[in-house]
T-cell receptor, first 114, second 114 residues
Framework: ETGVTQTPRHLVMGMTNKKSLKCEQH?????MYWYKQSAKKPLELMFV???????ENNSVPSRFSPECPNSSHLFLHLHTLQPEDSALYLC?????????????FGPGTRLTVL | AQSVTQLGSHVSVSEGALVLLRCNYS??????LFWYVQYPNQGLQLLLK??????LVKGINGFEAEFKKSETSFHLTKPSAHMSDAAEYFC????????????FGTGTRLQVFP
């Protein structure tokens, strides 16, 4: 595998379920990101990790819980979600978290909350 | 705070015609600017970026963009559209006050007709 991979690609869950999204980067990068992409809205940055330390939490509800066990893996744990949380969740990585570093995106997980 | 405006949520061109996608930003300091493309069911891919070097930036797939400070613009162009250019295009600006944050526009969907 090369680049940034995300699993699963599609996920349907009920509001009482607990699930996790997984992201893996094979680029040797030090920074990883979670974004939410909803229709007709700009991408929303959710979390940023740099060297496995969370450096940004963009007022995200606690029903979303990130985890970064090492610099290659990033998880987003989901529990008691709401229908409005249905969206495409994108993971990205960059060499570091400097403002001019290019972010490389995964294909996303399409989440539907029933 | 930084912001990005993409004029026109949809742009349609004929194959072989000029592509022009507009992006204006607001910033109190020289920003870093990016154009990303998203094909259906895929993540975002970097087309090009401006990081305070040459104002005319050439990217992949024949695209280029010109940074115009006086107009606070970073419009994306391609001389001749190809059917494979049909996708959603996002302009983004880095936030100098926050090295971890990339601010995205709402996107422009490009349709190419034969």
């Amino acid at each position: 595998e090369t680049g940034v991979t995300q699993t699963p690609r599609h996920l349907v869950m009920g509001m009482t379920n607990k699930k996790s999204l997984k992201c893996e980067q094979h680029l040797g990068h030090n920074a990883m990101y979670w974004y939410k992409q909803s229709a007709k809205k700009p991408l929303e940055l959710m979390f940023v990790y740099s060297l496995e330390e969370r450096v940004e939490n963009n007022s995200v509800p606690s029903r979303f819980s990130p985890e970064c066990p090492n610099s290659s893996h990033l998880f987003l744990h989901l529990h008691t979600l709401q229908p409005e949380d249905s969206a495409l969740y994108l993971c990205a990585s960059s060499q570091d978290s400097r403002e001019k570093d290019t972010q490389y995106f995964g294909p996303g997980t399409r989440l539907t909350v029933l | 705070a930084q912001s990005v405006t993409q004029l026109g949520s949809h742009v349609s061109v004929s194959e072989g015609a000029l592509v022009l996608l507009r992006c204006n930003y607001s910033s109190s300091v020289p920003p870093y600017l990016f154009w990303y493309v998203q094909y259906p069911n895929q993540g975002l891919q970097l087309l090009l970026k401006y990081t305070s070097a040459a104002t005319l930036v050439k990217g992949i797939n024949g695209f280029e963009a010109e940074f115009k400070k006086s107009e606070t613009s970073f419009h994306l162009t391609k001389p001749s559209a190809h059917m494979s250019d049909a996708a959603e295009y996002f302009c983004a600006v880095s936030d100098p006050g926050n090295t971890d944050k990339l601010i995205f526009g709402t996107g422009t969907r490009l349709q190419v007709f034969p």
